[in-house]
T-cell receptor
Framework: QKEVEQNSGPLSVPEGAIASLNCTYSDRGSQSFFWYRQYSGKSPELIMFIYSNGDKEDGRFTAQLNKASQYVSLLIRDSQPSDSATYLCAVNPNDYKLSFGAGTTVTVRA | NAGVTQTPKFQVLKTGQSMTLQCAQDMNHNSMYWYRQDPGMGLRLIYYSASEGTTDKGEVPNGYNVSRLNKREFSLRLESAAPSQTSVYFC?????????????FGDGTRLSIL
């Protein structure tokens, strides 16, 4: 079983819609959760992090964490063509290591 | 405002050749990391350095060595390159252990082994 699993996509959404990305993790002791965005041919950039159960909002992005279900999600509201990218979920199973999912590719169609 | 700088950006090697990938950060971060990214497999940790003077193996260390030269610099060496090491390599840094600190990535080195 992979430590971090994501649907690979592609996830296609119309402009202005909500994109919903899901991530599950296997290490119940994980404490920190990150979402990175990676444009094609570019490096990952951090867009959200969440440590506590519940929702965390930052602009058009909302991260949701449910530690009991070992599930973290990212919602992108009012999706724009510039949101077309691969989104990587990363989970911290110990103090120095981040485990990354393979990523979900999102395409926002105009 | 460079952040994390990797050199070179592109490299083509022949099987058996050696080379060193360089990484430097100017954010005064304590921890540094080397990842490789292959299609469909996400980022996999090769080695990391929690602080100056320490290095530890990650998920896929075979065929690689690292040196934490000082607080700023963390290099990755391929002693005898193999086609399986064709990948995109990313260096990252964080203020301290990855626990609750975000990692900042360099632009990557695209390495092809023929």
């Amino acid at each position: 079983q992979k430590e971090v699993e994501q649907n690979s996509g592609p996830l296609s959404v119309p402009e202005g819609a909500i994109a919903s990305l899901n991530c599950t993790y296997s290490d119940r002791g994980s404490q920190s959760f990150f979402w990175y965005r990676q444009y094609s041919g570019k490096s990952p950039e951090l867009i959200m992090f969440i440590y506590s159960n519940g929702d965390k909002e930052d602009g058009r992005f909302t991260a949701q964490l449910n530690k009991a279900s070992q599930y973290v999600s990212l919602l992108i509201r009012d999706s724009q063509p510039s949101d077309s990218a691969t989104y990587l979920c990363a989970v911290n199973p110990n103090d120095y290591k981040l485990s990354f999912g393979a990523g979900t590719t999102v395409t926002v169609r105009a | 405002n460079a952040g994390v700088t990797q050199t070179p950006k592109f490299q083509v090697l022949k099987t058996g050749q050696s080379m060193t990938l360089q990484c430097a950060q100017d954010m005064n971060h304590n921890s540094m990391y080397w990842y490789r990214q292959d299609p469909g497999m996400g980022l996999r940790l090769i080695y990391y350095s929690a602080s100056e003077g320490t290095t530890d193996k990650g998920e896929v260390p075979n065929g690689y060595n690292v040196s934490r030269l000082n607080k700023r610099e963390f290099s990755l060496r391929l002693e005898s390159a193999a086609p399986s090491q064709t990948s995109v390599y990313f260096c990252a840094s964080s203020e301290r252990g990855a626990g609750n600190q975000p990692q900042h990535f360099g632009d990557g080195t695209r390495l092809s082994i023929l």
